[in-house]
């Protein structure tokens, strides 16, 4: 009889044990970002295993994943826990997306054919469709915006730049949770994309690396801003 999963409330039936784990994954995935699981969380698996409805080696194959992205952390024997969660921790990833990505968008311009450019241009219409960001699109405007990003550097291949911004990406994603429900922003993210997309196909590589480097910084910028104002508070590190 196959285990289920449940996601956003509702029992999922699995067709296979590698779907049961890509489900728990993902469903583990967003009660990280969403807060549900809390920065410095002991992951108890015959706990979790229960509430998510899978096997405690279907639930232990999802927390590894989730190591290798960084979003949990090992205690050698003593089991696993939810990652800590610091701006300081944000302002380091915001500095290491700027030197990475920002080269590999030069490049990519410098490479790129019609082909390259095609895939911006519907990549780009595809994100532009879900913005302004709807909070019940969150996830799927993550994911498009994860595609558009890629599709900007796709013109010059580097499998390892991709794997590398990925990582730095989805890890990113705990904190653009709280940027994005900031109330009353005066942040326009579809005009900083467009920015970025026209300056791309104008072969602008300069200007474009400057309008993405600006559209990276965005997120923390505004973060402290508001952490600084009172307007949002960060979990604290949970210790038990």
Known sequence: MAKRSIQNGSPLQADSPATLIERAYEQLRSDIIEGVLLPGEKLRIEHLRERYEVSAGTLREAVTRLVSDALVTTEGQRGFRVAP???????????????????????????????????????FADLSALEPIAPAQRHQWEAQNLRFHETLLSGHESPWTLRVLRLLSRHSERYRSYAIALPDSPR?????????????????????????????????????????????MLPENATG
Not at 94 to 104: F, G, N, S
Not at 191 to 220: C, F, K, N
């Open 85 to 123: 969660i610091a701006l300081q921790e944000l302002q380091d990833l915001t500095r290491l997306r700027v030197q990475i990505e920002t080269e590999a968008l030069r490049q990519s311009i410098r490479a790129g054919g019609a082909q390259w450019r095609a895939a911006v241009r519907q990549a």
């Open 188 to 232: 326009d993210v579809h005009a900083e994309h467009s920015a970025i997309v026209q300056y791309a196909l104008d072969g602008q590589d300069a200007r474009a690396a400057l309008a993405l480097e600006a559209h990276i910084r965005a997120t923390p910028d505004l973060l402290i801003q508001a952490l600084r104002e009172g307007r949002v």
